[in-house]
Nanobody, 120 residues
Framework: QVQLVESGGGLVQPGGSLRLSCAAS????????MSWYRQAPGKERSLVAV????????NSADSVKGRFTISRDNAKNTVYLQMNSLKPEDTAVYYC?????????????WGQGTQVTVSS
């Protein structure tokens, strides 16, 4: 059974930093593109950052460019999101998402989410 378990969320003051982790099990982690999404109250879930299966390619939303960095350690089956210079508008539940394709069939999985609150 595939599991994605996020950790590292919490309450932080504006300008502070957090590092989110997502530990994966039950899948061949290095075969999957990994992403972080977030959902604020009353808003749709949106893409924050994405990293390719080998980690050689990343992309992020304009709203977090220069502040957030996605990375992965395939030996540890873990993807990270380093969040710096946090703003109140970054407050949301952050979700880990795995996407893979085998012989034309899509396999995708979501974590349960971790709350990030940016407030003074």
């Amino acid at each position: 059974q595939v599991q994605l378990v996020e950790s590292g969320g919490g309450l932080v003051q504006p300008g502070g930093s957090l590092r989110l982790s997502c530990a994966a099990s039950g899948l061949t982690f290095s075969d999957y593109t990994m992403s972080w999404y977030r959902q604020a109250p009353g808003k749709e879930r949106s893409l924050v950052a994405v990293i390719s299966s080998a980690g050689g390619s990343t992309n992020s939303a304009d709203s977090v460019k220069g502040r957030f960095t996605i990375s992965r350690d395939n030996a540890k089956n873990t993807v990270y999101l380093q969040m710096n210079s946090l703003k109140p508008e970054d407050t949301a539940v952050y979700y880990c998402y795995a996407w893979g394709s085998y012989y034309g069939k899509i396999y995708d999985y979501w974590g349960q989410g971790t709350q990030v609150t940016v407030s003074s």
